[in-house]
């Protein structure tokens, strides 16, 4: 089960991520 939530984690973070890096490009060009 441990290697589920890793894997899972590892996907959320990396989502979070770029979202959080196109967010910041994105309030940039403002």
Known sequence: MEGDILKY?????????????LWIRMAGKR
């Open 9 to 21: 984690g590892w996907l959320i973070v990396l989502t979070l991520a770029q979202i959080i890096y």
